[in-house]
């Protein structure tokens, strides 16, 4: 598959495992590819957002700016051709917009690394816990197996997962 395809297929599947929980609980909203604007008035690409609760209705459609709030998460879809350097370099810019969890999703592995802010709005990877269940910062009902990223289940499994319906 192309660089392109790899991406836009995680750029789906990760717009949909946001979805489904945010709308559930009515947590905000969840917005794929935006450009999201630096302090410094420059921008960075990101290929899905969650903006939580009320601030999801001041969203603008051109772009998402970080003076006025910081989105909860940000989705990074990279690929191999990214080095690590310029995912650091992304990272920083995301903490510069005070983002307060980063995954980046590796699209040509099917593999994530999940940051979480500190206080300093720099970021430490977090790990899944012993039994590989990843528990999100941004909303305290998003938990997921972190093999997902690997599986990509069908919206049918991720909702029975989560117990919204019978499987």
């Known amino acids: 598959m192309s660089h392109d395809v790899l991406v836009a297929k ?7 495992l946001l979805s489904v929980i945010t709308d559930a609980y009515k947590l905000g909203a969840v917005i794929g590819a935006a450009p999201l ?7 960075i690409f990101a290929h899905v957002l969650f903006v939580p609760g009320e ?6 459609r051109d772009d998402i700016r970080p003076a006025e709030f910081g989105p909860a998460l940000v989705v990074d879809i990279v690929t ?4 690590e350097a310029a995912r650091s370099l992304r990272l920083a810019s995301f903490g510069a917009a005070h983002v307060l969890e980063v995954w980046q999703i590796d699209a040509e592995r099917n593999s994530a690394q999940f940051f979480q802010a500190r206080a300093d709005w720099g970021y430490d990877l977090v790990q899944p816990d012993k039994s ?3 528990f999100s910062a941004a909303a305290e009902e998003l938990a997921f197996p972190a093999t997902w990223f690997r599986q990509q289940p069908s919206l ?7 117990g919204m319906i019978d499987d």
């Open 80 to 83: 191999g051709a990214i080095p």
């Open 10 to 16: 995680h750029q789906a599947w990760c717009t949909t």
């Open 132 to 134: 590989g269940i990843y």
């Open 37 to 43: 604007v630096l302090p410094d008035r420059s921008t």
């Open 55 to 60: 601030l999801s209705k001041i969203v603008r």
């Open 156 to 162: 049918f499994d991720i909702m029975a997962w989560w």
